[in-house]
């Protein structure tokens, strides 16, 4: 199968479902401090990329507001996309617990990139604190929602078994006032956890970026099944603002 990366009306029929075995992604994610010579995965959570080593439950962390809850005016429940132990795709859905920590998934996870408030108890609102998601025996946190904003912002994604991914576009966003450098990075196989097994590696690297930078290769880049690809930056001063947006195409093989 053929395509090109500007064909509009191909990825519009993808979108809307038309074209069997074909799926668009559109992540995003923000991390409003980078620190300045050190990098940081471009998430919410403002923390080094780090990733489980093995497929487990998870669980809203303790710490939120009371309004999120089951029965709270706020947050009422969330649901968690990602891949699970079978490295397929899953999404389940956690009801809150106000300042408490929530019961586990059911589902066993290696990945989870997206969260995102699915219910509420109030017209017109998202959560009402920060939610952040950890592994079920808490110590790891993995993926935050913002206080209002309702879904979350991570910029990694990873592909799913049977699945290849064409990296279509990437827009970088950095604080105007204070460059910052991105990366672009890889890793093949995730589950394969056993020495020797695949490393880490550098798939772009864009230098003292200030405002937007708009990457958009003639021919997408593969991301192969199995693959992880996120986004790191670190600032050139203190507090550097740093988003990402980049869509992918997804191919069943």
């Known amino acids: 199968m053929s395509f090109l990366p500007d064909n509009t009306d191909y990825l519009i029929e993808v979108a809307r479902g038309n074209?069997?075995?074909?799926?668009?992604?559109h992540k995003f994610g923000r991390n409003a401090a980078v620190p300045?010579?050190?990098f940081e995965l471009i998430s919410l959570l403002s923390s080094t990329a780090s990733f489980l080593a093995a497929a487990t439950t998870v669980?809203?962390?303790?710490?939120?507001n009371g309004a999120d809850d089951t029965a709270g005016a706020g947050a009422q429940e969330i649901t968690v996309?990602?891949?699970?132990d079978n490295l397929v795709e899953v999404t389940e859905t956690i009801a809150t617990a106000g300042a408490s920590a929530s019961s586990a998934t059911t589902a066993l996870f290696w990945r989870i990139y997206r969260i995102y408030v699915s219910a509420v108890g109030t017209y017109g609102v998202a959560?009402?604190?920060a939610i952040t998601l950890e592994n079920s025996g808490g110590g790891t946190d993995l993926i935050m929602i913002a206080t209002g904003e309702g879904q979350s912002q991570y910029g990694g994604f990873t592909i799913a078994t049977?699945?290849?991914?064409?990296?279509?576009?990437?827009?970088?966003?950095?604080?105007?006032?204070?460059?910052?450098?991105?990366?672009?990075?890889?890793?093949?196989?995730f589950n394969?956890?056993?020495?020797?097994?695949?490393?880490l590696r550098l798939k772009n690297y864009w230098d003292g970026i200030l405002g937007t930078l708009v990457f958009k290769p003639r021919s997408p880049i593969v991301v192969s099944a199995l693959t992880d690809i996120w986004f790191e930056a670190q600032g050139g001063g203190a507090g550097t603002e740093v988003s990402v947006d980049f869509e992918l195409l997804l191919i069943d093989d």
């Open 59 to 64: 669980r809203i962390k303790a710490g939120g």
């Open 19 to 25: 074209v069997p075995g074909a799926s668009l992604v």
């Open 36 to 38: 300045n010579g050190s």
């Open 81 to 84: 996309v990602g891949i699970d």
């Open 162 to 189: 049977a699945t290849t991914g064409y990296l279509m576009s990437v827009l970088l966003t950095v604080d105007a006032a204070k460059a910052a450098d991105v990366k672009m990075m890889t890793r093949a196989n």
């Open 192 to 199: 394969d956890v056993a020495a020797p097994m695949p490393g």
């Open 127 to 129: 959560n009402t604190a």
